[in-house]
């Protein structure tokens, strides 16, 4: 539970809002609190049988809140501590896609695998990245630290540290970084 107080000191530095009322009305909090008890169990040692059992009832639970909240984390992916998303809806993550510490998502984000033969794979997202509306970042790729995805745009090639990425396929357009966004 350590990590998910994390999220919620996020949640409430943007907001100023309770935590009871943030857990109360905040989808994306939902999720991350789903992810992060069924990934507590997938990371487990427990006997086989239990941690199997309790498995489907954490797929079960991902799948009410995919539907209520339209966001999809399954709990075999990676997020590191303060993760946030800033609105509901239209979210999915690949199931092996890491994503590192203090990154924030938009909705409609999608972070999926892509690519073909030995370049087929999914992302790896360093820290404090931020990803705006409707981006989709997918194939096997390193997303380096501070790095800003713009709104409505396309990453399918590595992107270096502190650069901010906008287009269909995205090109780096300065070396600004998400710094004003986390």
Not at 22 to 48: C, D, E, H, M
Request: hydrophobic fraction near 45%; proline fraction near 2%.
């Amino acid at each position: 539970m350590k990590l998910f107080l994390t999220d919620l000191n996020k949640y409430q530095k943007y907001s100023n809002k309770s935590k009871l009322v943030l857990f109360i009305t905040s989808q994306g909090l939902w999720a991350i609190f789903v992810y992060r008890i069924s990934n507590k169990i997938y990371k487990s040692n427990l006997p086989k049988t239990i941690k199997k059992l309790l498995l489907f009832f954490a797929v079960f639970w991902q799948k009410i809140i995919e539907i209520f909240a339209g966001i999809s984390i399954p709990y075999s992916c990676s997020i590191g501590h303060s993760f946030y998303i800033g609105h509901f809806g239209g979210i999915i993550i690949n199931a092996n896609a890491v994503i590192g510490n203090n990154c924030n998502i938009s909705q409609g984000v999608t972070i999926g695998v892509s690519g073909r033969e030995i370049k087929r794979g999914v992302p790896i997202i360093g820290n404090n990245v931020y990803i705006g509306v409707n981006a989709v970042v997918a194939g096997k790729i390193l997303i380096e630290n501070n790095v800003l995805i713009a709104a409505n745009s396309l990453v399918i090639h590595d992107v270096n540290h502190s650069s901010t990425m906008i287009g269909v396929p995205a090109i780096c357009i300065n070396n600004k970084g998400s710094k004003s966004y986390i």
